[in-house]
Structures are given as structure tokens and as C-alpha cells.
């Protein structure tokens, strides 16, 4: 089983910037992709931007040069650095990753952090 537990969520004014962390643990043999997804109220959760093993990246159109995330494969961490946040980035932000894990035997994972909010004020 494998946890993934985020941080730096909060409160910024608009223009502001806040980075995000996630720290996955357990037992992990491999990640392949991490990303962060966002939920505002009353919508559908979306792909914020995701890094794959090999260092791409992918970045949805509303924070292309905005946004920047990036891993740290030895602390098993994947970042989201969020500058000149507007007030349409509020929602709770979600980490995802996947790999494999290795206990008795070789498995993939799939799991998700709790959520953090983030509110960007106008």
C-alpha cells in the first residue's frame, strides 16, 4: 500500500504563489507518472499537470506558463509551483500517482492524497 500525503496548501491573493508538495511512502518499488488534479465546487476534477518517470511533463492550456511541477525521485516527491494565481485556481487540489509496489509480490498502485485547498482571493 502506498500513501501519498500532501502540503502548502492555503490562502494567497491574487498574483500570488504557493507550492505545492506530495510525499509518497510505503512500498514502493517504482513510480511511474505523478500529477496534481483540481476540484472546485460544483465541477469536475481535472488535470492540472502530471511528470513521468523520464522528466515530461504535461500542463493543462489554463496554467501553461504559470504553473511548473517537478520530482525529487530520491524523496519520492513531486512539487507544483503555482505563480501569478488567479482567482479561478481555488479548489482543493489533489495529488495522483502510480507504479509498483513490492511486499510479498510485484503489484501496480494507484493512489491519491487527501486534498489540499488552495484559495486564491481577488
Known amino acids: 500500500q502506498v500513501q501519498l500525503v500532501e502540503s502548502g496548501g492555503g490562502l494567497v491573493q491574487a498574483g500570488g504563489s504557493l507550492t505545492l508538495s506530495c510525499a509518497a511512502s510505503?512500498?514502493?518499488?517504482?513510480?511511474?507518472?505523478m500529477g496534481w488534479y483540481r476540484q472546485a465546487p460544483g465541477k469536475q476534477r481535472e488535470l492540472v499537470a502530471a511528470i513521468i518517470s523520464g522528466g515530461s511533463t504535461n500542463y493543462a492550456d489554463s496554467v501553461k506558463g504559470r504553473f511548473t511541477i517537478s520530482r525529487d525521485n530520491a524523496k519520492n516527491t513531486v512539487y507544483l509551483q503555482m505563480n501569478s494565481l488567479k482567482p479561478e485556481d481555488t479548489a482543493v487540489y489533489y495529488c495522483n500517482a502510480d507504479g509498483l509496489s513490492f511486499t510479498m509480490t510485484i503489484r501496480p498502485w494507484d493512489s491519491w492524497g487527501q486534498g489540499t485547498q488552495v484559495t486564491v482571493s481577488s
Open positions: 510505503g512500498s514502493i518499488l517504482r513510480i511511474n507518472a
